[in-house]
């Protein structure tokens, strides 16, 4: 039984190490020099998804959120979920249409971010929009028109 148990540990070990994209938990704390690098701006290189997006994580007033980067899309929006998971206040009785998309009007509410962090790239005070019905949220162009660059080569995609 200790011997199945052990077995079964060290194959999942292996299989975590061998994912790509695993994460992986840091073996110790940042040094202060590296800490003190993290809050300096760095680039982002994205990879393109199969599906043919680039997707990335920013923090949207210190919460993680999972945005596709949509240089089509002129505003921040955030999905019902990842907004509530941010602590931005909006409610969806007082939803109104934004705007239009492919399907027709598009309905949502107006707020206001602290912050958007994307590797250091820190945008703040910035109007978003949380909307009826989006299934991720989007990375538009009133955070990406504040980078120094956005460039797309092959399958590659660059945020300075």
Do not use: C, W
Request: charged share 20%; proline share 5%; net charge negative.
């Amino acid at each position: 039984m200790k011997y199945a148990l052990l077995v079964v540990t060290i194959i999942g070990i292996a299989i975590g190490l061998a994912l790509p994209g695993a994460k992986r938990a840091p073996i110790a704390a940042a040094p202060p020099a590296a800490a003190a690098l993290a809050d300096q701006p760095q680039p982002t290189v994205l990879d393109r998804a199969d599906n043919g997006h680039f997707f990335t994580v920013a923090d949207v007033n210190g919460e993680p959120i999972k945005f596709v980067v949509d240089t089509g899309a002129t505003e921040v929006a955030l999905t019902q979920d990842d907004a509530r998971r941010a602590g931005i206040k909006f409610d969806p009785s007082q939803f109104d249409v934004v705007g239009t998309g492919a399907s027709g009007d598009v309905r949502g509410q107006v707020v206001e971010l602290q912050d958007v962090v994307l590797d250091g790239k820190r945008v703040s005070g910035i109007h978003a929009l949380v909307l009826d019905g989006l299934t991720i949220s989007l990375l538009g162009q009133n955070y990406l028109r504040r980078l120094d660059s956005v460039a797309i080569s092959g399958d590659k995609m660059t945020l300075k």
